[in-house]
Nanobody, 123 residues
Framework: QVQLVESGGGLVQPGGSLRLSCVASGSIIDINAMGWYRQAPGKQRELVAAISSGGSTNYADSVRDRFTVSRDSAKNTAYLQMDSLKPEDTAVYYC?????????????????WGQGTQVTVSS
């Protein structure tokens, strides 16, 4: 199976920046898309940004022009550069990937979630 590990969260002041990383590992994998989601207390998990294997991106309106998603396919890693952070960005951020993995016998589709990393924006 594929496992994801997020890192880079922490406490930052409004207007500051953070860069989140998501590394996929555990199996021979061929990743299609990688996405970032977030969930704030009392709110539903929402898509923040995503990037396809071809490099096309998609952003939530609330983060457009402030966040940038990128990937290093050779390292099976996705990044989320977050600039001009606001208190409203406070949430647990999760990485999600979908694609195919080799289980030793055949290729199979997968989608996996990371454990999440806390981002807190506060004075």
């Amino acid at each position: 199976q594929v496992q994801l590990v997020e890192s880079g969260g922490g406490l930052v002041q409004p207007g500051g920046s953070l860069r989140l990383s998501c590394v996929a590992s555990g199996s021979i994998i061929d990743i299609n898309a990688m996405g970032w989601y977030r969930q704030a207390p009392g709110k539903q998990r929402e898509l923040v940004a995503a990037i396809s294997s071809g490099g096309s991106t998609n952003y939530a309106d609330s983060v457009r022009d402030r966040f940038t998603v990128s990937r290093d396919s050779a390292k099976n890693t996705a990044y989320l550069q977050m600039d001009s952070l606001k208190p409203e960005d406070t949430a647990v951020y999760y990485c999600n990937t979908d694609g195919n993995y080799y289980n030793g016998y055949a290729w199979r589709r997968f989608d996996s979630w990371g454990q999440g990393t806390q981002v807190t924006v506060s004075s």
